[in-house]
């Protein structure tokens, strides 16, 4: 009655923990390990993977780049939902501080769009 | 164009009981069709008149036969035609570029053949081009319709006609390093002879004379 | 990236007795259970397979109905339907890319010999590409003949040997098939 009712879910985080290290750890042990070139090299469907340059150029950079900025202008409009939610509480405070927000993370933006990231080719 | 084709198929060397050697096919001689034409041809080829005053020097001929309109153009003229035709004449698309290969006709063995449709005036005509083999150059379409880009490559692939002006004539169908060109009527079909127990039945391609 | 350090699994290391059975015998009997197809439809096959797997002939009654668009999460590829000459190193990269133990089904006449079309386009028969476990004849094969070859596969992957089991398996095989009559020798209704 006395103990912290946290203490479970410690038990069940280190009950978990201790099933991955030791899914991993088996596996590593008495798992078969054989490779071959086309395991080694990325999944395009069958052809040979382009481009073909050392190790850093075998992933296009574009792809990076478009989850990147995803996340970023994904995580802005998450911040503007409590805005949403209190509106009528916050008034015209809020409206100020949201446009200077929304005004910061533009000028990432148009950085970002007059510099060429929003290309794809 | 071609001789006379006796027999379909059937051995011409043992007796042939199958009755389709006695057959002859009349050989295939196009002439130049006479006005009026009939239908909306004449009105197509009067257009094509007044707006490509050099008509009668680019068109080699022109055939009306079982209701469709066959313009043979030079090769030299294909791109003024095709211009002309999809400006002025309202042909908007192209349903891509047949090849055919005829093989005894000396210095033209290698057809292009266009398939042209009029969308607003529900119109369709033939535009077919006759090359040498020895020198199977024509010029690209792909300036005049975007979509013959993989249709020329594919005519390429089949047949060994060049297209100039193609931004990039390689195979489509054949794997890229494929020798031959499988549609000309000198290539073979192929096949393997399939083994049994005690016997093997020789490929499709050998198993009759087809004519 | 040469040389890698390959290894067997431990299963393969135990020695020849009750244990090395009952491992088989386990081994097998989880291997058999969900196989995992790889999508590898190519033609008219690929309609009859998707029919497989759809509501009336069901494939999930095995565990099969995930067809894994990637070959790295697959055991089993099911090649439906003819191969190009130009599909051929498609093919062998894709089977190449998958796990080990995989298998093979040549579904369809066109996957196992070349089918109708005895002609410079297609391989005759994808036994020239991959290794092949099961031929199923058809054209295309129905839904139940595919399931059939299933089960016929499941039964084969059940009984597979490993370790010192299968190295005896392997010798008895190939020595029964360098002490076997060629094809061109058999005398059969042809003959």
Redesign the interface.
């Given at each position: 009655m006395n103990a912290n009712p946290y203490i479970p879910i410690l038990a069940i985080a280190a009950v978990g923990f201790g099933f991955a290290v030791f899914s991993i750890a088996a596996a590593a042990?008495?798992?078969?390990?054989?490779?071959?070139?086309?395991?080694?090299?990325a999944?395009e469907?069958?052809?040979?993977p382009s481009p073909q340059a050392a190790e850093g150029g075998r992933f296009p950079v574009k792809y990076f780049l478009t989850a990147m900025l995803f996340i970023i202008f994904d995580i802005e409009i998450v911040f503007l939902y409590p805005w949403a939610v209190t509106f009528d509480q916050l008034g015209l405070f809020g409206l100020v501080e949201m446009a200077i927000f929304i005004g910061t993370v533009f000028v990432a933006f148009a950085y970002v769009w007059r510099r060429g990231g929003l290309e794809w080719d | 164009m071609t001789q006379d084709q006796q027999g379909a198929f059937g051995a011409s060397s043992t007796g042939d009981t199958s009755g389709y050697g006695g057959l002859t096919q009349a050989a295939l001689n196009i002439g130049s069709s006479q006005r009026p034409f009939g239908g909306y041809f004449d009105q197509v080829a009067d257009d094509l008149e007044r707006a490509y005053p050099d008509f009668a020097d680019a068109i080699e001929r022109v055939v009306v036969d079982r209701g469709e309109l066959t313009l043979h153009i030079k090769a030299a003229r294909l791109v003024d035609v095709a211009l002309i035709l999809r400006d002025k004449l309202k042909f908007e698309m192209s349903m891509g570029v047949s090849g055919v290969h005829y093989p005894d006709d000396k210095d033209r063995e290698l057809h292009a053949v266009y398939h042209l449709l009029s969308i607003t005036n529900n119109q369709r005509i033939r535009l077919e081009v006759s090359v040498p083999d020895t020198n199977p150059h024509i010029p690209s379409l792909v300036e005049v319709w975007a979509g013959s880009n993989w249709n020329e490559r594919e005519t390429f692939d089949m047949f060994g006609i060049i297209f100039d002006g193609h931004p990039g004539l390689t195979r489509i169908?054949?794997?890229d390093d494929?020798q031959g060109h499988?549609q000309r009527k000198d290539?073979?079909?192929?096949?393997?002879g399939?083994?049994?127990?005690?016997?093997?039945i020789p490929?499709?391609?050998d198993r009759r004379s087809y004519k | 990236?040469?040389p890698?350090?390959?290894?067997?699994?431990?299963?393969?290391k135990l020695p020849s007795g009750i244990v090395l059975t009952s491992v088989e015998k386990l081994a097998g009997y989880m291997r058999k259970n969900s196989l995992w197809p790889a999508t590898f439809g190519l033609a008219c096959c690929a309609i009859e397979m998707m029919a497989a797997g759809a509501g009336r002939y069901d494939l999930a009654r095995f565990g099969m109905e995930v067809f894994r668009a990637?070959?790295?999460q697959a055991d089993l590829m099911i090649v439906a339907g003819r191969v190009s000459?130009?599909m051929a190193?498609?093919?062998r990269?894709?089977y190449?890319?998958m796990?080990?133990p995989k298998w093979v089904i040549a579904m369809g006449a066109c996957a196992s010999?070349g089918g109708m079309f005895?002609?410079?386009?297609i391989v005759?028969g994808v036994d020239h590409v991959v290794p092949v476990d099961i031929y199923l004849p058809g054209c295309p094969p129905r839904p139940e003949m595919l399931m059939d070859a299933i089960l016929k596969l499941h039964d084969q992957i059940y009984a597979e040997k490993l370790g010192p089991n299968r190295e005896k398996v392997i010798k008895e095989v190939e020595l029964a098939a360098m002490n076997a009559l060629p094809?061109?020798q058999?005398?059969?209704?042809?003959?």
């Open positions: 042990f008495t798992g078969p390990a054989r490779y071959n070139r086309a395991k080694m090299q999944y469907c069958g052809i040979e | 169908l054949m794997p494929w499988p290539y073979a079909l192929g096949g393997i399939v083994e049994y127990k005690g016997a093997v490929p499709p391609s | 990236m040469a890698w350090r390959s290894r067997m699994g431990l299963e393969e990637s070959p790295r000459n130009k190193p498609v093919l990269q894709i190449d890319q796990a080990a010999s005895n002609n410079y386009a005759q094809i061109h058999l005398k059969g209704l042809l003959a």
